[in-house]
């Protein structure tokens, strides 16, 4: 048994390659990462890559995929929170944290990425549903534009990314993300408090 173990090649650690293949396509972009560099650094032939994933298009694909479920779990804790602004500032400062992280490529793969519009579009669309909840439940006043908000949000998270990607500190996001945070509405005191 052991001698016809030794023989066989070592097996292909799928998640692994695909781990190194959402950093790849991270740190350079679907454009910039060729089958050459994915295979350098994963540590295989072009044939290994094309037999456990296919093509580039459907590596990216997955490892996109896998990205998206990763950044949506971290939208959805930080949407979760009681309070609309409690929830677009743990939004934010989970983004400027995750932008710097250390061990990790500056930015982020979903909101730099031309190919990853409709990934954008959904985070875009589960922050419009929290702030209409804002709306319904009084932290945010009656009548607030919540798209052309979530918008907002998401081009400040798109610029915070660019910003990483330049170099930029943790603290600069982090002041990016409050500069942001201090452009949501306000309800009026009144609404807080109906009865002084």
């Known amino acids: ?5 030794a023989g066989r090649p070592r097996s292909f650690d799928r998640d692994t390659a695909l781990a190194v293949a959402v950093e790849q396509f991270w740190r350079h972009g679907y454009d910039e990462t060729s ?3 994915l295979t350098a650094a994963m540590g295989v ?5 094309y037999a456990a994933f ?3 298009h459907r590596l990216f694909e997955e490892a996109s995929a896998l990205y998206f479920a990763r950044t949506c779990e971290g939208v959805d804790r930080a949407m979760a929170l009681p309070g609309a602004r409690d929830a677009v ?3 934010l400062d989970d983004t400027a944290r ?3 992280a250390p061990g990790t490529p500056p930015g982020c793969m979903l909101l730099t990425e031309p190919r990853l519009a409709a990934q954008r579009d959904a985070v875009q669309a589960t922050i419009v549903e929290r702030l209409d909840r804002g709306v319904r439940d009084g932290d945010l006043p009656p009548g607030t534009d919540t798209t052309a908000l979530a918008r907002f949000l998401v081009a400040v ?3 915070m990314s660019g910003h990483a990607r330049d170099g930029g500190t943790l603290d600069e996001l982090l002041g990016i993300a409050a500069s942001a945070l201090a452009a949501l509405p306000s309800p009026a005191p009144s609404a807080q408090h109906p009865s002084a």
């Open 1 to 5: 048994m052991l001698g016809h173990m």
């Open 35 to 37: 089958i050459a560099s």
């Open 45 to 49: 032939t072009p044939p290994s890559l």
């Open 54 to 56: 296919g093509d580039k």
């Open 89 to 91: 500032a743990r939004m």
């Open 98 to 100: 995750a932008h710097a």
């Open 157 to 159: 998270m798109r610029g």
